[in-house]
Every structure is written in C-alpha cells, then in structure tokens.
C-alpha cells in the first residue's frame, strides 16, 4: 500500500501568515494527489486536486505543488477561516485511496 | 442541488452486522464513482472502500477487506456498505463520497454527505 506522510501534525499560526504543510508519499505517484479541508463537525472538502489544481470556488490563497513523492500545500496569507484540519490523498492507485493523517492547523 | 445522505448507522454489538446506505440526488449516479471513508473519534480520515460507476471495479482498505462489501444501485441512486464482522476499531462516522474528475485522469472526492455514525460496543 502506498502510505502517505503528513507534517507538522500541528501547525500554530497567526492570520496574515504564510503556512506550508508537507506530504510525502511512499512511492512515486505523479501528480495523483489531492489536498482536503476539515473543519469541526464538518466533511471534508477538496482545496486542490492533481497536485496543483485548484479546485472551483476555492480562494487563491491556496496553492499545491509537487510531484513524485513531495508535495506541499501553501496558505499564502492566513484568513480566521482557514483555521482547521487539512489532509492530503492519493488517487495514484485506483479504488486503492490512502490519507495523510492530517495536519491541524491552530491560531497562535 | 448535489447531495448525498447517508444512514443505517447505529450502535451494533462486536461481531454482528450492520449496512449502511447512501441516497444520491442532484446529478447522474451512474455517471460517478463512489467511496465510503469512515473517522473514528478524534482522529483522521481513514479510505475504507470506492466502487466504479458499473461496478466493474472495487477496491478495499486492507482493514476491511473480507469483512465490508461495499455495491450500488444505479436504477435507485444508492451506494451501500455491508459491514461484517465488526470490531470496536470500526466505531466512526462513516462518510459516503462521490468521486469527481477532470477528463477522467484526475480523481478527487468532490461531494460528501454528512456521515452516519456507526458504534461496535458490547
């Protein structure tokens, strides 16, 4: 199975800031990565797909690269919404999905 | 509007069983395919099952796999997971997702429902 590797776990910062959360994947899996947001008591919801798409409706703030087996997620300037879990996917495997096991991202 | 429901959840002793339900609408089921990822308590996601939109394919997290059988019903617009088996580690609410893409290269859970909670405890 590929296993995908999130850090920090945790994350303080403050609104304005420039936050990157990294993930790394196992084996190469190209570009087949996508970045979730959760916030309490709510599903998630999909920020990029294919490593660096952004998806529709999603701020400009956020922004993915990578590719292989590293990726990162950019929070460009914190906005007080943007406080929450983020989670990245592989879809390299198909019907074979995995999780990072997430990052919380918290006010300082 | 795109939505998804899901239920059958519940509290179900170890060892029994227990399926769970999936009621799309707002868009053509059968174009779409689908997974169910479940969250324990406090903890993250974790990818449990996905099925194609003819269910030609299926797939299973190692954790699951002889125990969960995941299927759909195009002609009623639902996906199902047929849990077998269950062990207090598969206490979560379990969220059924559908699998959006971009020309069919690029796979991403687009839509989620709400989730059901499922509960093993004797």
């Known amino acids: 199975d590929i296993q995908m590797t999130q850090s920090p776990s945790s994350l303080s910062a403050s609104v304005g800031d420039r936050v990157t959360i990294t993930c790394r994947a196992s084996q190469s899996i190209a570009t087949y990565l996508n970045w979730y947001q959760q916030k309490p008591g709510k599903a998630p919801k999909v920020l990029i797909y294919g490593a660096s798409s952004l998806q529709s409706g999603v701020p400009s703030r956020f922004s993915g690269t990578g590719s292989g087996t590293d990726f990162t997620l950019t929070i460009s300037s914190l906005q007080p919404e943007d406080f929450a879990t983020y989670y990245c996917q592989q879809s390299y495997r198909a019907f074979m999905y995995t999780f990072g096991q997430g990052t919380k991202l918290e006010i300082k | 509007e795109v939505q998804l429901v899901e239920s059958g959840g519940g509290l179900v002793q170890p060892g029994r069983s227990l399926r769970l339900s999936c009621s799309a609408s707002?868009?053509?089921?059968?174009?779409?395919?689908m997974h169910w990822v479940r969250q324990a308590p406090g903890k993250g996601l974790e990818w449990v099952s996905g099925?194609?939109?003819?269910?030609?394919?299926?797939g299973y997290a190692d954790s699951v796999k002889g125990r969960f059988t995941i299927s759909r019903d195009n002609a009623k617009n639902s996906l199902y997971l047929q849990m077998n088996s269950l062990r207090a580690g598969d206490t979560a609410l379990y969220y059924c997702?559908?699998?959006?893409?971009?020309?069919?290269?690029?796979?991403?859970?687009?839509?989620w429902g709400e989730g059901t909670t499922v509960t093993v405890s004797s």
């Open positions: 707002g868009f053509t089921f059968d174009d779409y395919a």
């Open positions: 099925i194609s939109w003819n269910s030609g394919t299926i």
């Open positions: 997702a559908r699998a959006g893409t971009v020309g069919g290269f690029y796979y991403y859970m687009d839509v």
